[in-house]
């Protein structure tokens, strides 16, 4: 059996880099309704929060550490006053976590300033970065966001024309982009050519403006009607003028991230006309009948594993219970836990019920097992609470491969699955069983999406947009690559990935 050791101070699921919001509303106020969006949002990222607003003269920001609580008070939003707003929540997998990479970024393009936002990643960054360098321009915040932010500036000035420079810079950038930006008087928006990343545009009432955000809960929560999602390649451009669309650059293959359907997207949001909750509730009645199992009670992992134990129990005919209680407060406050709270891991913010599992056999319904150290804690935590027996059922397929388009894995020697086998999973996790959806049975799940098409890179290793060389021959090494590279006498040998 495998004695691989896996990293406890990471994240123990896959993490999600950030949101984007961005409204043009002339007679609103446009820093409140992107802070109320943000919030909306901020499950996707918890680091930093920014604001940028645009008066029709200048460019306004305010941006800092922490969450978007914590970072706006009813001053700094009474000073962000303008018609044109742009937001940002930050998960960093990019550039660290510090001040200079919080967005929205601010450029100045001669004497016009613009703000700028990105969720998702570029994988040329390093390309970007030394042609830019080479160009003269200064770069502070390390992020491949701020090296698009500087391009655009870099074609505008060449072209005097700002949609032009995001058209350039959409031709030289590769990677997962949904992106926002605001000059004083527009709001723009575009996506990547293979549409990795969400974002869809909405319309407020009374004809008061646009809104566009990475999910639809962020036009919910403003009273914006969802009217679509923006397209791969797309830009649009909202100012007084009205809403306007134009290529951007062609679009690829559709791609969207199979994992905003798992685990990232709030289950209230509809992505490409597809309920997240409606598809999550499918993947449990997939998984039940793909891995079934006699069990007492059917238990979700909250928050995103609730609706697919439904959907699990609902197919099985084992009763559903809420026997697992979520701390919704505890999050990320930004206060470290002494060693001995920290030692309690998982029960900061899970506590299960005794009352309802002891003595009952127990499938427990989980999105993923990234690193598998959260579900050894959960297995161990069940059973010290009573139960007879604990089937853990995840509904995504064994995470395999890293993802390189805004997720937190960098190495395949993270992820326990790439590095065990399922027997030895199991026994390292300690439950009496283990099963995963399959790919075929996560695609069945999602049947209602417009565009078919899905990133299944972190499943299978088929990336939609190609990763450079150097970032491969690393990433992709698992603990036993690493092994043998180091004990082989001839360094010089091409390793064999995958």
Known sequence: MSTAVFPGERPDRLEEECAVFGVYAPCDDV??????????????????????????????VEKDLGLVTQVFSESSLAALQG???????????????????????????????????HNGTLVNTKRLRAQIVDAGIQLRAGTDSEAAAKLIGKFTQETHHLREGIRKTME?????????????????????PSGIRPLCLGELPDGRGWVVASET???????????????????????????????????????????????FARPDSVLDGQSVYQARRNMGRVLAREASVEADLV???????????????????????????????????????????????????????????????????DDSIVRGNTSKKLVAMLRDAGAAE??????????????????????REQLIAANMSHEEMRSFIGCDSLAFISVEGLRASIPDVRTPGFCEACFTGDYPVEIPASTVRDSFKTKADFARDFEREDASRPLALG
């Open 217 to 263: 809960c962020g036009l919910d929560i403003v009273g914006a009607r969802y009217v679509r999602d923006v397209e791969p390649g797309e830009i649009i451009r909202i100012n007084d003028e009205g809403v306007f669309s134009e290529r951007g650059v062609d679009p690829r293959s559709y791609a969207a991230c199979i994992f905003e359907y798992v685990y």
């Open 390 to 411: 604990v089937h853990l059922r995840i509904v995504s397929p064994e995470v395999l491969w890293p993802c390189f388009y805004g997720i937190d894995t960098d190495t």
């Open 83 to 117: 018609k044109v707003a742009v937001g940002h929540v930050r998960y960093s997998t990019s550039g660290g976590t510090n001040w200079e990479a919080a967005q929205p970024h601010i450029s100045a393009i001669d004497d016009v300033l613009i703000a700028m936002a």
């Open 172 to 192: 030289m950038i590769e990677g997962a982009y949904a992106m926002v930006l605001a000059s004083p008087d527009t709001l723009y928006a575009w996506r990547d």
């Open 299 to 365: 238990l979700g992992v909250p928050d995103s594993g609730i609706p697919s134990a439904m959907g699990y129990a609902a197919e099985s005919g084992i009763e559903y219970a809420d026997g697992i209680i979520k701390n919704r407060y505890v999050g990320r406050t930004f206060i470290a836990p002494t060693q001995e709270l920290r030692q309690l891991g998982i029960r900061l913010k899970l506590n299960p019920l005794p009352s309802v599992i002891a003595g009952k056999r127990l499938v427990v319904i």
């Open 31 to 60: 820093a409140r309704m992107t802070c109320f969006g943000l919030q909306a949002l901020q499950h996707r990222g918890q680091e930093s929060a920014g604001i940028a607003v645009g008066d029709g003269e200048t460019i306004t």
